[in-house]
């Protein structure tokens, strides 16, 4: 039997990020003959899909996220580093951290995620938050619970209500899910505790540019959608871009809003890592890919996930989907999990399996193979598969449980206020909201 060889005649197969990509490649590499290195700037992985009722009080943070190394602890050879990657040297094999030390790697699979796309205005990042964190949920929870602690202060009505408005950008699936998540909180305000709110003081609104939300799924599930938000209170704003953010107000091409509570939820791009290749990326900021996931010029380099740019069988782009990028991951760790055994013709296919997204309580779509659902039927198979998917039998058994309560009670038991010194804006802001101006709603 040939014996095992020492650390320094082993490859080095450096991952970058723990995401839902990073971790299935991690998982691939379970048997392979190499050392591997998972470099995160967070010691977690965290379940980006449900950030939302974090942010609505519905979950704790802890609910969705695990330690990486708990995740992979049983591979010895498998490393973690808590540290940010700055700049890739492809040609040497080597990246640079943050801090200045340089790891080198024969293999490097780059799975970092993306982040909120403000389309060239960056500033607006500071009055309307996105979510890809348990810092982003948190600040977004910690805005809204404060809102509604001075709402239910207010003597004057119409303050009230210009604290009880929310905006939220962007109609695809993380916009859809909040603006619902939202609407049921501020129009049960007296089964959460508020004896001042009414259903009627709470405004949501829910804006988008294109002609119709979760523009991914089809046509009938869109209007189905858009309908059951409707009926919750939920104002859809289509066709209506933002024009402007400043604090405490957002101004549309037809109007604006006045509002302490503003989300963004519009767009992603690629990590900005990525332009340290120097190679081909597309207007996201996507890495073009070769159909096994490697770069053109470099092949010991994988781009997969919400980095990577391939197209399906249609000849469209797959879409920044946590199915997507587990997926790849499996594939990028099965090739070249043993040295020199790694199939040149390889080529990803993706399996779609379905898409969803909840609007609230027992109401969802879903499209499954062409089998389109909605309603509570909807609902259970999002919750069943959300469940499944979370790692770790404490999470998924404490979700669970959460769920169950919440459904019967109507009460969410996460409803904190940690920090108030990131709500100032809630308590000095006193304009009555002006409605939209030359809007049909």
């Not at 669970?400 to 010194?421: A, P, S």
């Amino acid at each position: 039997m040939e014996k095992d060889k020492s650390k320094s005649e082993r490859r080095h197969i450096v991952i970058i990020g723990g995401g839902f990509g990073g971790i299935a490649t991690a998982k691939a590499l379970k048997d392979t003959d190499a050392d591997v290195t998972i470099i995160d700037r967070l010691n977690h992985h965290l379940f980006q899909p449900l950030l939302y009722q974090v942010a609505t009080a519905e979950l704790s943070p802890g609910d969705i996220a695990a330690p990486i190394r708990a995740i992979i602890n049983k591979n010895p050879r498998i490393k973690v580093l808590l540290g940010e990657v700055e700049k890739i040297c492809p040609e040497i094999k080597s990246l640079k951290m943050k801090n200045g030390q340089s790891i080198s790697f024969d293999q490097l699979v780059m799975a970092t995620g993306a982040q909120y796309n403000y389309f060239g205005h960056e500033e607006w990042a500071e009055y309307a938050p996105g979510m890809k964190s348990i810092s982003d949920a948190l600040k977004v929870r910690e805005q809204l619970l404060m809102s509604m602690e001075e709402a239910e202060k207010q003597y004057d009505a119409n303050k009230r209500k210009s604290l009880l408005t929310y905006v939220i950008i962007g109609g695809g699936p993380t916009g859809v899910e909040m603006a619902g998540a939202i609407a049921e909180i501020a129009g049960n305000g007296s089964k959460h505790g508020y004896q001042a709110i009414k259903p009627e003081d709470a405004r949501i609104y829910l804006i988008e540019a294109g002609s119709r939300i979760l523009n991914a799924f089809p046509d009938s599930l869109g209007e189905k959608a858009k309908t059951m938000l409707e009926k919750m209170g939920v104002k859809v704003l289509l066709n209506t871009p933002v024009t402007n953010i400043e604090k405490n107000k957002v101004h549309l091409k037809v109007g604006s809003i006045e509002t302490p509570n503003i989300i963004w939820a519009a767009g992603i791009k690629a990590s900005s890592l990525l332009d340290s290749l120097n190679v081909e990326q597309d207007r996201s900021g996507r890495v073009l890919v070769k159909p096994d996931l490697s770069i053109p010029q470099y092949p010991d380099i994988f781009i997969i996930g919400d980095s990577s740019h391939i197209k399906d069988k249609n000849n469209m782009p797959l879409p920044a989907l946590a199915p997507v990028a587990t997926q790849q991951g499996k594939f990028v760790g099965k090739l070249i999990a043993k040295e020199g055994k790694r199939n040149v013709k390889a080529k990803f296919e993706y399996t779609d399996k379905g898409t969803m997204a909840t609007i609230g309580r027992a109401k969802a779509v879903a499209d499954i193979r062409g089998l389109k659902f909605s309603g509570f039927f909807a609902w259970m198979l999002w919750s069943f598969i959300h469940v499944l998917t979370l790692i770790g039998f404490r999470n998924r058994t404490r979700v669970f449980v959460e769920w169950i309560w919440n459904y019967f009670t109507y009460k969410r038991g996460v409803r904190l206020i940690t920090d108030r010194t990131k709500c100032e804006s809630c308590s000095t802001y006193e304009q009555p909201i002006k409605e939209l101006i030359e809007i049909p709603v």
